[in-house]
Structures are given as structure tokens and as C-alpha cells.
């Protein structure tokens, strides 16, 4: 692949990935130091887990640091702009760490195919590199990792990668870029516009079917009930204890709704358990 155009989109996805973690610390309130920290975790902290994976010493943005300069230049922009950034909706941030996962996703692969690695490594790789920096960006603001709990984001990296890398190894890199790009963020995008997420394991209450559940009461007091043999009956010949199982019997076998873990759509998990609930 022409080094140029690497380059130029590490720059891109460094400016995107950077924007996106400004925006979270303005969400957050934090101040300029906050905003230059998560817009640098966001933008190196992927490609840094990447190359200490891969043993890359120094790291690239000690190699060139280029890289810094840019995130401080956007920094930079954004607190002149902070007036209108701020006012942004919440679409944009999920919009933008879309596109900066897109690219950080070839970026990643591409490198690892540069140092020889497997395709599956390359694949990893890319993934890393687009979805670790977000990671350690939404710890650093208290929230749950968004490639944890939200739409479809580490599954969009993987199918991005999946075809650079398919590509890249039959000779059409440029080819591979483009469907990467497109595949990335057109399953990203459409998760963010429909919701779309993977099912979830979660905690659901089975209610006992109302016909089922009467005859096997019936039939499981009866069998309780069925005298095993002349000890069981007192010496009067009274018939208490055979009162007395049955009662007991069927007492015991009243339906119960049961806990059980199924998987369930995300928003019928959300219903079910909100996430201020514990589960014991």
C-alpha cells in the first residue's frame, strides 16, 4: 500500500479519534487538561496496545511526533470553538468515533501485515487499534466501554478488517480500503440510526404454563399421596396421613415462576434489569 496514503489517514483517524474524545470531555465537564488527555488517549492509545503487542520499539508517536502535534492542534481549534462544540447533539460523537474507527481499523491490520504477521493476527490488530483507545477514553470518563454496551462497534471493526486484510492479501489494497471503509461504517452507522446490537445474556423470569402446571400438581400429589404399604397407615386406621400428604403435596408443587439465563435482544435486558439493579 503507498506510504502517502497511510499516513494521511493515521493523520485523518488521529484528528477524528481526537475530536471524538474532546467532545466526551466537554459532555463531561472537565477542563482543558481533561480534554487534552482523552483526545490523546483516544487518538494513540489503540495504536500504542498495537505496537507494544507487536513489539514496535519506540512506539509511533515517539518515532514521529507528529502525532501529538496534531492532537494538541485539535485541542487547540476545539477550546477556540468550544462555544459551538459544545452545542453539538449527541449523534456527532458516535458519528465521529465511527469514522475513526473505520480508519484506525486498516491502519492497524495494515501494519500488521507489514511485520509479517497472520491474516488473523492482522485482523486483531486492526481491531485493537480502533477499538482500545475509545476504551480507555470511556474509562478515564466513568462510562462503560461503548464497544460493551452499545450497538454493534467491535463486530463492525472485525467484518472492516476481515475484508482489508481478504483483500490486501489478493493484491488490491486501494480495492480493500474502500469496502473496509464502507463496510466499517455502514454497519456502525446503521447500528447508531436503528439500534442495532447483539443479544445479551440476561437474567429472565419463566412463568409455568397454567394447564401444565395444574396436572402435574395433580399427578404428583397422587403419587405423594399413594400409601406405601400397611406401616404407612396409623394404627386407629384414620386416613390423616393420607390427607396430610396430599396437602403437603400439593402445597409443595404450587408454580413458581423460574430464573433463567437466556438470550435476549438488548433493549428487552434493559427492560427486565435496569443496569442501577443487582442481581443476586
Same mark, same amino acid.
Given at each position: 500500500?503507498?506510504?502517502?496514503?497511510?499516513?494521511?489517514?493515521?493523520?485523518? /483517524? =488521529?484528528? $477524528?479519534?481526537?475530536?471524538?474524545?474532546?467532545?466526551?470531555?466537554?459532555? &463531561?465537564?472537565?477542563?482543558?487538561?481533561?480534554?487534552?488527555?482523552?483526545?490523546?488517549? #483516544?487518538? @494513540?492509545?489503540? /495504536?500504542?496496545?498495537?505496537?507494544?503487542?507487536?513489539?514496535?520499539?519506540?512506539?509511533?508517536?515517539?518515532?514521529?511526533?507528529?502525532?501529538?502535534?496534531?492532537?494538541?492542534?485539535?485541542?487547540?481549534?476545539?477550546? @477556540?470553538?468550544?462555544?459551538?462544540?459544545?452545542?453539538?447533539?449527541?449523534?456527532?460523537?458516535?458519528?465521529?468515533?465511527?469514522?475513526?474507527?473505520?480508519?484506525?481499523?486498516?491502519?492497524?491490520?495494515?501494519?500488521?501485515?507489514?511485520?509479517? =504477521? +497472520?491474516?488473523?493476527?492482522? $485482523?486483531?490488530?486492526?481491531?485493537?487499534?480502533?477499538? !482500545? /483507545?475509545?476504551?480507555?477514553?470511556?474509562?478515564?470518563?466513568?462510562?462503560?466501554?461503548?464497544?460493551?454496551?452499545?450497538?454493534?462497534?467491535?463486530?463492525?471493526?472485525?467484518?472492516?478488517?476481515?475484508?482489508? @486484510?481478504?483483500?490486501?492479501?489478493?493484491?488490491?489494497?486501494?480495492?480493500? *480500503?474502500?469496502? &473496509?471503509? @464502507? #463496510?466499517?461504517?455502514?454497519?456502525?452507522?446503521?447500528?447508531?440510526?436503528?439500534?442495532?446490537?447483539?443479544?445479551?445474556?440476561?437474567?429472565?423470569?419463566?412463568?409455568? +404454563?397454567?394447564?401444565? +402446571?395444574?396436572? &402435574?400438581?395433580?399427578?404428583?400429589?397422587?403419587?405423594?399421596?399413594?400409601?406405601?404399604?400397611?406401616? +404407612?397407615?396409623?394404627?386407629?386406621?384414620?386416613? #390423616?396421613?393420607? =390427607? &396430610?400428604?396430599?396437602? #403437603?403435596?400439593?402445597?409443595?408443587?404450587?408454580?413458581?415462576?423460574?430464573?433463567?439465563?437466556?438470550?435476549?435482544?438488548?433493549?428487552?435486558? !434493559?427492560?427486565?434489569?435496569?443496569?442501577?439493579?443487582? *442481581?443476586?
Amino acid at each position: 500500500m503507498d506510504s502517502d496514503l497511510v499516513y494521511a489517514l493515521d493523520m485523518a /483517524g =488521529t484528528v $477524528v479519534f481526537a475530536l471524538s474524545g474532546i467532545l466526551l470531555a466537554c459532555r &463531561s465537564r472537565m477542563d482543558p487538561i481533561g480534554m487534552l488527555v482523552l483526545a490523546a488517549v #483516544t487518538a @494513540v492509545g489503540g /495504536g500504542t496496545l498495537r505496537d507494544l503487542v507487536l513489539g514496535v520499539a519506540p512506539v509511533f508517536w515517539i518515532r514521529d511526533p507528529t502525532y501529538l502535534w496534531v492532537i494538541l492542534a485539535t485541542v487547540l481549534c476545539a477550546l @477556540v470553538g468550544f462555544h459551538y462544540i459544545h452545542r453539538l447533539n449527541r449523534v456527532v460523537l458516535p458519528v465521529a468515533d465511527a469514522f475513526g474507527l473505520a480508519l484506525f481499523v486498516i491502519i492497524g491490520a495494515n501494519k500488521a501485515m507489514l511485520l509479517g =504477521t +497472520s491474516g488473523v493476527v492482522a $485482523v486483531l490488530m486492526g481491531l485493537f487499534t480502533g477499538v !482500545a /483507545g475509545g476504551m480507555i477514553r470511556d474509562v478515564l470518563a466513568r462510562r462503560v466501554p461503548m464497544v460493551l454496551c452499545r450497538e454493534v462497534y467491535a463486530t463492525a471493526a472485525i467484518a472492516g478488517g476481515v475484508v482489508f @486484510v481478504a483483500l490486501a492479501s489478493l493484491g488490491a489494497p486501494r480495492l480493500g *480500503i474502500l469496502l &473496509s471503509l @464502507v #463496510t466499517t461504517l455502514g454497519l456502525r452507522l446503521a447500528a447508531i440510526r436503528w439500534q442495532l446490537a447483539l443479544p445479551v445474556l440476561a437474567w429472565v423470569v419463566i412463568e409455568p +404454563s397454567p394447564g401444565q +402446571s395444574a396436572s &402435574s400438581r395433580t399427578a404428583d400429589a397422587d403419587a405423594a399421596a399413594e400409601p406405601a404399604g400397611p406401616a +404407612s397407615m396409623p394404627a386407629d386406621g384414620n386416613d #390423616t396421613p393420607l =390427607t &396430610s400428604a396430599r396437602e #403437603t403435596a400439593s402445597s409443595a408443587d404450587v408454580a413458581r415462576p423460574k430464573m433463567r439465563v437466556r438470550m435476549v435482544s438488548r433493549s428487552k435486558a !434493559a427492560r427486565l434489569w435496569p443496569e442501577d439493579e443487582d *442481581i443476586d
